[in-house]
């Protein structure tokens, strides 16, 4: 298998609006980030992923770009930027930008151009078709609810948006465009940039004729992700990317690419095929959607979640590389979804750092995962600030009658505003995120969960995400070793095996707030020689029986 520093990082996501407010406008900034560049250090971090500090309206908190070669006001500067990047080098670790490059905002000057006219040099920039029958061009949903098409009078022609009206989608077909995408991509790698996570990368690539999807019942409008997640040019514009651009740096990209399945990640990130290092994957993220989709909640059962995790782990093995994650910007925080954030919440947090930075892939933490923050419960929607979660609050409970309480615990479970409550770094006034009103209500919980207390506390969740990330550092088995899934029809304990060289590890999760029993597998297959971390201070042996409390955490090495 080859070696690469990106397989061997740990990355840290900085949501920027979320992380630390320098000037008290109650929003956070890139000065507030540099202030706490020396915590990120401490935790032990390689990598430093930034959401979009880009110029934009701020539709969608950032993902909708006006300027991609200037920072937003709110953010500050680009010197400020700049000092950022350097502080970061001085400190060893490398910076990834966001590439949103599917659309841009309808503020660009190239959209601005485009819809002047049909004659303008900038029309085909992106995706304009004329109605169909007085409707739509075709009957595509917008993510971000109703239709995918927008109408503009202007030249009596739609514009195609898969998110929010105000992201009209770019046309690669238009070799423009593209050039265009390069060369701004070489003007922040020329500034020293490590590397690019990529939004919805994927979904560049639009089966030309856009036809109609299929209707499900009750719906108005219908999925057209066949006709646009992995189209027929996809492979052409990433490997063309790579020799423009990518192949000329040292650096890491990660495609976030919902819909993606094993053969095709394949595809995206074999070293020989000069794509991606790898992907952001969505199949474990859909395991708690019931029929209706992600608002439609229902339990996740952990052989689901095994099956899921075993297939990327044994697909990918020696062929590409897995990207691991259980909570991001876009999805609720992993202690209160697949853990307890109440009883057990140090435990659970703890545990479900164990089961992810010990297998193979690069692990990314998101901002506050470390000490173990969790899911908000605000009583009013009015307190909510997510285009997603409010378009749909709207569909369903003003426009569609559905019960208010239904939707809330909804938006509670899945709700993106979880994961974009300010970092709550100490128990004063704001939870040390600004002095002046923050942009989104802090939660309420932050006198008990805060960076501050965690810092002091030698059995904090903080700690133990050091010492996880610290082992990593030192093991290679962490990195390159196969994974052998153990148990598999085991409802409550995710047990897996690592194995590189003559080295095996033996990893325990109780994902059940349950004491449970584990059989240890015969000697022949793993013999344990001592224990290498866990979340409990002793360990509960007889013989060849490992008693599991609730949510613990157990790591064997042996042979």
Request: charged residues 30%; contains cysteine.
């Given at each position: 298998?080859?070696?690469?520093?990106?397989?061997?990082?740990?990355?840290?996501?900085?949501?920027?609006?979320?992380?630390?407010?320098?000037?008290?406008?109650?929003?956070?900034?890139?000065?507030?980030?540099?202030?706490?560049?020396?915590?990120?250090?401490?935790?032990?971090?390689?990598?430093?992923?930034?959401?979009?500090?880009y110029r934009s309206p701020n539709d969608d908190n950032g993902y909708d770009i006006s300027d991609?070669?200037?920072?937003?006001?709110?953010?500050?500067?680009?010197?400020?930027?700049?000092?950022?990047?350097?502080?970061?080098?001085?400190?060893?670790?490398?910076?990834?930008?966001?590439?949103?490059?599917?659309?841009?905002?309808?503020?660009?000057?190239?959209?601005?151009?485009?819809?002047?006219?049909?004659?303008?040099?900038?029309?085909?920039?992106?995706?304009?078709?004329?109605?169909?029958?007085?409707?739509?061009?075709?009957?595509?949903?917008?993510?971000?609810?109703?239709?995918?098409?927008?109408?503009?009078p202007e030249t009596d022609e739609y514009y195609l948006h898969l998110f929010s009206k105000k992201?009209?989608?770019?046309?690669?077909?238009?070799?423009?465009?593209?050039?265009?995408?390069?060369?701004?991509?070489?003007?922040?790698?020329?500034?020293?940039?490590?590397?690019?996570?990529?939004?919805?990368?994927?979904?560049?690539?639009?089966?030309?004729?856009?036809?109609?999807?299929?209707?499900?019942?009750?719906?108005?409008?219908?999925?057209?992700?066949?006709?646009?997640?992995?189209?027929?040019?996809?492979?052409?514009?990433?490997?063309?990317?790579?020799?423009?651009?990518?192949?000329?740096?040292?650096?890491?990209?990660?495609?976030?690419?919902?819909?993606?399945?094993?053969?095709?990640?394949?595809?995206?990130?074999?070293?020989?095929?000069?794509?991606?290092?790898?992907?952001?994957?969505?199949?474990?993220?859909?395991?708690?959607?019931?029929?209706?989709?992600?608002?439609?909640?229902?339990?996740?059962?952990?052989?689901?979640?095994?099956?899921?995790?075993?297939?990327?782990?044994?697909?990918?093995?020696?062929?590409?590389?897995?990207?691991?994650?259980?909570?991001?910007?876009?999805?609720?925080?992993?202690?209160?979804?697949?853990?307890?954030?109440?009883?057990?919440?140090?435990?659970?947090?703890?545990?479900?750092?164990?089961?992810?930075?010990?297998?193979?892939?690069?692990?990314?933490?998101?901002?506050?995962?470390?000490?173990?923050?969790?899911?908000?419960?605000?009583?009013?929607?009015?307190?909510?600030?997510?285009?997603?979660?409010?378009?749909?609050?709207?569909?369903?409970?003003?426009?569609?009658?559905?019960?208010?309480?239904?939707?809330?615990?909804?938006?509670?479970?899945?709700?993106?505003?979880?994961?974009?409550?300010?970092?709550?770094?100490?128990?004063?006034?704001?939870?040390?995120?600004?002095?002046?009103?923050?942009?989104?209500?802090?939660?309420?919980?932050?006198?008990?969960?805060?960076?501050?207390?965690?810092?002091?506390?030698?059995?904090?969740?903080?700690?133990?995400?050091?010492?996880?990330?610290q082992l990593r550092k030192t093991h290679p088995i962490i990195v390159y070793g196969d994974f052998?899934?153990?148990?598999?029809?085991?409802?409550?304990?995710?047990?897996?095996?690592?194995?590189?060289?003559?080295?095996?590890?033996?990893?325990?999760?109780?994902?059940?707030?349950?004491?449970?029993?584990?059989?240890?597998?015969?000697?022949?297959?793993?013999?344990?020689?001592?224990?290498?971390?866990?979340?409990?201070?002793?360990?509960?042996?007889?013989?060849?029986?490992?008693?599991?409390?609730?949510?613990?955490?157990?790591?064997?090495?042996?042979?």
């Amino acid at each position: 298998m080859e070696k690469h520093w990106w397989k061997e990082s740990v990355v840290y996501q900085i949501y920027p609006r979320s992380f630390n407010d320098s000037n008290g406008d109650g929003i956070g900034d890139l000065c507030g980030i540099i202030e706490k560049l020396d915590y990120l250090k401490t935790l032990g971090v390689d990598v430093i992923w930034l959401s979009p500090v880009y110029r934009s309206p701020n539709d969608d908190n950032g993902y909708d770009i006006s300027d991609y070669q200037a920072i937003m006001d709110e953010f500050g500067t680009m010197e400020e930027w700049e000092k950022l990047l350097r502080q970061v080098h001085d400190r060893g670790m490398k910076l990834i930008m966001d590439l949103v490059v599917n659309h841009t905002s309808d503020e660009h000057p190239w959209f601005i151009e485009s819809r002047k006219s049909k004659e303008s040099p900038y029309r085909d920039y992106y995706i304009w078709r004329p109605g169909k029958n007085g409707r739509e061009p075709n009957n595509w949903e917008s993510a971000f609810s109703g239709s995918a098409w927008e109408y503009d009078p202007e030249t009596d022609e739609y514009y195609l948006h898969l998110f929010s009206k105000k992201q009209p989608d770019l046309n690669w077909e238009n070799e423009k465009v593209r050039n265009e995408i390069y060369e701004m991509m070489t003007w922040w790698l020329d500034k020293g940039i490590d590397g690019f996570r990529m939004d919805v990368i994927n979904f560049i690539s639009k089966v030309p004729e856009l036809p109609d999807g299929e209707v499900q019942s009750g719906k108005k409008y219908a999925s057209g992700h066949k006709y646009f997640m992995n189209g027929p040019k996809i492979h052409d514009y990433l490997k063309e990317m790579n020799e423009r651009v990518l192949s000329k740096y040292d650096v890491m990209t990660v495609g976030e690419m919902p819909g993606v399945n094993v053969e095709e990640a394949k595809l995206y990130t074999a070293s020989e095929r000069k794509e991606l290092n790898m992907v952001f994957t969505f199949e474990h993220m859909d395991l708690d959607a019931g029929p209706g989709g992600k608002w439609d909640l229902r339990p996740m059962k952990l052989t689901d979640l095994k099956q899921v995790i075993n297939k990327w782990q044994k697909g990918l093995n020696g062929v590409g590389w897995n990207s691991l994650y259980l909570n991001n910007h876009d999805q609720p925080r992993m202690v209160s979804r697949f853990g307890d954030d109440k009883i057990y919440r140090v435990e659970s947090a703890k545990m479900l750092a164990t089961f992810l930075h010990f297998l193979q892939g690069t692990p990314y933490i998101y901002q506050g995962e470390e000490i173990g923050m969790t899911n908000v419960q605000f009583s009013s929607i009015d307190d909510y600030r997510d285009i997603e979660t409010l378009n749909m609050y709207r569909e369903r409970v003003i426009d569609g009658n559905e019960p208010h309480e239904k939707i809330m615990e909804a938006i509670y479970a899945k709700g993106r505003d979880n994961a974009r409550t300010p970092m709550q770094w100490d128990d004063e006034l704001n939870a040390g995120f600004t002095e002046g009103t923050p942009w989104i209500r802090v939660n309420p919980n932050y006198k008990e969960i805060n960076v501050k207390k965690a810092l002091e506390d030698s059995n904090s969740v903080f700690h133990y995400y050091r010492k996880i990330i610290q082992l990593r550092k030192t093991h290679p088995i962490i990195v390159y070793g196969d994974f052998q899934l153990l148990d598999e029809d085991n409802e409550n304990i995710f047990a897996y095996m690592r194995t590189y060289r003559n080295e095996k590890l033996l990893i325990l999760c109780n994902f059940t707030g349950q004491t449970v029993s584990y059989f240890l597998p015969d000697q022949s297959i793993f013999h344990i020689q001592e224990r290498f971390i866990g979340n409990y201070k002793e360990v509960m042996i007889q013989k060849d029986r490992i008693t599991l409390r609730p949510y613990e955490a157990l790591v064997f090495k042996g042979m």
